[in-house]
């Protein structure tokens, strides 16, 4: 039977978080884990909308904090299915603070989480097809496979020289 196919915009969640005392560390700044448990829950919400089950987060690839959030920003999260393979789905979240009395808006951070959708007993059950329609989504979905293979490989779960798309990377060829 042909697998579903779906829409980045099917799916796309946007999240808005005031950064409050208890989120902060005692420089007033927006708590790192604070900011990666938001990035769980938007992407995991889109990737439970593209699927329409239950997901579980299966890996979060590296998030770096260039420039801190402080106590009182506004902090804009959103999130996109990027790509579908069998159980596993590929999230972008991008993340924007706002200071909203001073009209100071900046880009925080971009990460990529990975969900596998499940069934009741918890195994991975096959998730619909991504249709990427911009051109930014088109680059996302085209990058998402070298992304899938390297995660995989740094997870001990595919072999470099099975890793078709970092080929240049690990210069395997010899
Ligand atoms: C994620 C999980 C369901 C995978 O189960 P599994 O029995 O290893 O299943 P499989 O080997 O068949 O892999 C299923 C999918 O997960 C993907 N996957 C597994 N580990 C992965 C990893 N580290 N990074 C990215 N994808 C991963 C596989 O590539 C596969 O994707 P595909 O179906 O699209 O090809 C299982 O490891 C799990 O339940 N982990 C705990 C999840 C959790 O509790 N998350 C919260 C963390 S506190």
């Known amino acids: 039977m ?12 946007t999240m808005t978080e005031l950064v409050l005392p208890n989120d902060t560390n005692t420089l007033n700044n927006l708590m790192g884990g604070r900011l990666m448990h938001w990035m769980d ?20 690839d590296n998030v770096s904090f260039g420039k801190s959030i402080q106590l009182g920003n506004v902090v804009t999260l959103t999130a996109t299915v ?32 990975t969900f596998v959708a499940v069934d ?10 991504l249709v990427p329609e911009t051109d930014e989504e088109k680059e996302l ?9 390297l995660r995989l490989v740094l997870a001990k779960r595919m072999k470099p020289q099975e890793a078709n798309e970092l080929r240049s990377i690990f210069e395997l060829d010899n």
């Open 2 to 13: 042909a697998r579903k196919k779906k829409y980045t915009r099917d799916s796309s969640v």
């Open 141 to 149: 979905y085209a990058g998402a496979l070298r992304r899938r293979q």
């Open 82 to 113: 990027t790509r579908a393979f069998n159980s596993s789905m590929e999230v972008h979240i991008k993340v924007t603070a706002e200071d909203i009395p001073s009209g100071k808006k900046f880009n925080s951070n971009e990460a990529f989480f």
């Open 120 to 129: 009741q007993s918890g195994r991975p059950i096959d998730v619909p097809e």
């Open 41 to 60: 829950i938007v992407s995991a919400i889109a990737a439970q909308k593209h699927s329409n089950r239950i997901v579980v987060t299966a890996s979060v």
